[in-house]
Each structure stands twice: as C-alpha cells, then as structure tokens.
C-alpha cells in the first residue's frame, strides 16, 4: 500500500498532466500584477477612509503562494501569501463560468494569480472578488502538515525555504538582518569610508588564528585558501593611500560548529589611518548604538529580566585586571604556558603546557570573564603572544594596544592599533611559525611575505575594527544561536 506521502505526489503528478492535456501551462514565464499584496491591501484601506458603506476597489491583479484552501462546490475561499503580506480570494462559479473548473486542480502550495476588485466580508476579512486567475506554478510536493508551525529545527536549516513559507517571522528577522548591514553601511559611509572587495581566494590563509579551507587552482598548479580575515589586503589599501576603508564580506574558517560559530560567516573590517584603538573604541559603541536605533528603534534590548543599554559610553576594564576578578589568576604572575597551565587547572580551567601562552589567556577569558559581560564591555590591552598584528602598548611590556568588544556574554568586535613596524612584524610572524613547526598549531597567525613588503613601503598609524554581522544581527534580535542568523548555515551531510 502507498504511502500518504508517495500518494500526495502521485495525485500533485496526475493534476499536473491533467493541465498540460488540456493546454494549460502550469508553469507560464510571466504574469503581470499590478500591486503587491501589502500594497492591495492599503489600497482598500485607503478607500475606506474616504467612503462609507460596502464598498469595492478597482480591479486589482495580485498573485503569491496558496497557503489556505477552503470549499470546492459552487465558491472556493482561499488565502495567498507573497513577500508582503496575505489576503484571501474569493472565487464563484457564476463570476467564472467554466474557467471555475480549473478550481479543483489547485492545491496547497501552488502558485497563483488573481484578479477582481477588493472588498471586506461580513467578518472584516479583506478579499479579492475574482473575475480571472491563473495558475503559476504548479507545486508537486505538498507543505508540510502544520506548514504554520514548522518547528523540527532539523527541517528548518536543511531546508529554509519551508521554513520561510511556515514561520513568516523567520523572514522578518531575515529582512531585519538585512536593515542592519544597511545601517552599518551608512554609518561608515557617513563617516568617509571607502567600501572595497578584496580576494577570496588567497596563497596565504593569515590575518587571524583560524584553520583555513584549501583548495587547488588547476591552471596556476598551486594551492589556494579561502580567506580566513580581510585584514591584511585591507591594509594594503592603507598603504597605498585610501584613509579609510571596509569591507563586509563572507570569511571561511576550518573549525568546530556551535550556537557562536559556523565555517562560513559575514565579516566586517574597517581600518582608518591617524587613528588608533581608542578612536575605534568610541567609533564601535556609536556604530552599534546607531545600528539600533535605526533598525530597532531603541538603544534598549530587553533580554529576560535583563535590559541591556547599548548607548555610549560603554564600560572598559583591562584585560589582566578582568581575569585576575573572575578567577584570582594573575596573568602576569604566569609567564610561560607551563605555569600558566598549571595555574589554570588548579582553579578548574582545563589547560596544557602543549598550548601557547596567549591562547591559554583566550581560555581563560572565554571560560571565566566573557559569560559575565552582558552589558557591552570593552576589554583592553592583550599579551603580545595573543595579538602580533597589534601595536605594542606604550609603558606596558609585553601587552599591545587591542580591545575586544562583548556584549549579552558574546564576542561581538575585534580592533587593534595596527603595527606598522615591518622589522617587528616580520618577527612576530617568524615567531608565530616557530609556534606552528613546534606545536603543530595551524591556528597561528601566519607570514606573509607579500604583505610584509607592503608594510616596509610604509603604512601611517592605523586603527583596524573586525566585527561579526552574524553576532550583531544575534544580539539586536535576541537570537541564541548564529544559525538563525545564516539563511543557509552548515549541516553534516545527510548520506553520512
């Protein structure tokens, strides 16, 4: 015996052929509409305004995705839904003639054009009166059951397009993602910047500590790697005379999946010359408040009991003082990974001396510091081990003039004051190789001869901002994890 669902598909099949030996086309090139449904909608409204009474607009042509079918004897109600928004249609056998027979070779999902004056039912609903329609797409597998609630999170990712069609706030938040990138984009631009592309695909995979993506270029016979950061091509710019610049683009990183992470997301750097960390400090928490102010309207986001204010000016500690009140551990008590390691695991922080120093301070940040900074925090003036691309700080040995920026416990922004020493840079570099061939650590930042010759043309002071649009979107929206934020987020592989 077949199954519901092989049955639903043979009959979708059979309607299919149906309408093809009857010359229907269920797939026809075009179809003119005259208002989007939102805009079908106000117009009525509008009308309304002005007369009393029953009343009937002009004859409108709308069209979108059948979500509703109801009745199929002498009247048929059914709803479609575009882009915009939702309305119902109403269609008769006496308006239509014989074209009402085309009625019963409709289902749910299908796509669908309709055309007759607005008007409002005794209920409030607003309807389209239809004196003509056309099929426009033919759909062959159905909706799933409870299209208006699809909630297997599984189905959600895989498949985002029926996530869309189900949970209409799904691409809200989608719509609100992209306000935000709109937003930031005129921030900057605003403020003189230059928006730039930069490869993708690169010989040197540097610019961050990440695992990199490789690939092979046949005709050039070398290996190539997807972009880990826009950084070092960014400053290249600056070298070359641009003052200010960003760019928003993907980057790909080897690494693990979880609510925070994901292989692929959307980057943005900025870098502005005569400018250091403190400029982009007081740039971020002005960026972010804007962002929410256009976007959401308010600087506020209420999280649980919670309300987090993103206005400026947002609070700073240094890092060293941030972790030695979290835990006790004074970093500067620890100078090599081996005390440092044993350290952290006599307060319970997992650690080995196989680590470098610098991402053994990561650790601990991550682990005992950043759950704790719901409001937005700065946290300043990292080890040098953690940062070489990164300026030293002046009266600080061994610490250099960076910043992260944390927001609801989350890593929201990244920002040095560049070093622009290339005699220092190429050492800190070398040193960071040794890392690599001593540790076999592949998430070490890495040389790149290219930029450095860049760097010994001269660059000027500069100040360099990373941050994630995913986690930005996340933290506006109230969103947990990152895949909510990714249309189509990374998911193993069915067949494994």
Not at 76 to 90: E, K, M, N, P, Y
Not at 312 to 323: C, G, K, Q, S, T
Request: one cysteine or more; proline letters at 5%; a negative charge.
């Amino acid at each position: 015996m077949p199954e519901r669902g092989e049955e639903l598909l043979h009959s979708r099949r059979e309607k299919l052929e149906g309408l093809r030996r009857r010359g229907i086309d269920p797939f026809p090139p075009r179809y003119h509409r005259t208002h989007d449904i939102r805009e079908a909608r106000e117009l009525l409204a509008r009308e309304e305004q002005d007369r009393r009474g029953d009343l009937r607009t002009e004859v409108v042509s709308v069209a979108g995705r059948i979500v509703a079918l109801r009745g199929m004897g002498r009247a048929t109600f059914l709803d479609i839904q575009d882009g915009t928004s939702r309305v119902q249609a109403h269609l008769r056998r006496d308006l239509l003639g014989d074209d009402y027979e085309l009625v019963r070779d409709l289902d749910l999902g299908d796509f669908l054009g309709v055309e007759g004056p607005l008007f409002r039912t005794r209920t409030g609903e607003v309807t389209v009166e239809v004196r003509a329609f056309a099929l426009l797409c033919k759909a062959l597998r159905p909706l799933p059951e409870k299209w208006h609630g699809l909630t297997d999170m599984e189905t959600r990712y895989r498949q985002r397009y029926l996530d869309l069609i189900s949970n209409p706030e799904v691409r809200e938040a989608f719509e609100l993602r992209a306000r935000v990138i709109a937003a930031v984009r005129n921030f900057l631009n605003g403020r003189g910047f230059v928006e730039v592309d930069t490869p993708v695909l690169v010989p040197v995979a540097a610019g961050a500590m990440a695992t990199p993506f490789v690939t092979h270029h046949k005709v050039l016979d070398e290996e190539l790697y997807l972009r880990i950061a826009l950084e070092l091509y960014l400053k290249r710019l600056i070298v070359g005379g641009f003052d200010k610049v960003y760019e928003i683009g993907r980057v790909f990183r080897n690494e693990g999946v979880d609510q925070d992470h994901n292989p692929e997301f959307t980057l943005l750097e900025s870098y502005e010359a005569y400018a250091d960390y403190n400029d982009v400090m007081h740039m971020v928490e002005e960026m972010v408040a804007f962002v929410a102010e256009e976007v959401m309207g308010t600087t506020e986001l209420r999280r649980g009991d919670e309300t987090i204010g993103l206005s400026p000016p947002w609070r700073r500690v240094r890092l060293r003082e941030a972790i030695e009140d979290a835990c006790g551990v004074d970093i500067d008590d620890y100078p090599d990974a081996a005390s440092l390691s044993k350290r952290m695991q006599e307060v319970g922080i997992e650690a080995t001396h196989r680590e470098n120093r610098g991402r053994l301070v990561d650790k601990l940040l991550s682990a005992v510091v950043e759950p704790k900074l719901v409001q937005p925090t700065f946290v300043l003036d990292y080890p040098e081990e953690m940062s070489p691309l990164a300026k030293p700080r002046p009266g600080s040995p061994g610490y250099v003039e960076r910043f992260e920026a944390f927001v609801g416990g989350m890593e929201l922004a990244n920002a040095y004051t560049e070093l622009n020493d290339p005699d220092l840079q190429r050492q800190r570099l070398e040193e960071q190789e040794s890392l690599r061939r001593t540790l076999g650590d592949e998430e070490v930042e890495r040389l790149d001869e290219d930029f450095l010759l860049a760097l010994e043309h001269g660059m000027p002071p500069t100040g360099g901002l990373g941050m994630g649009m995913d986690r930005l979107t996340m933290i506006l929206t109230g969103q947990r994890t990152i895949r909510d934020t990714l249309l189509f987020p990374h998911m193993r592989s069915r067949q494994r």
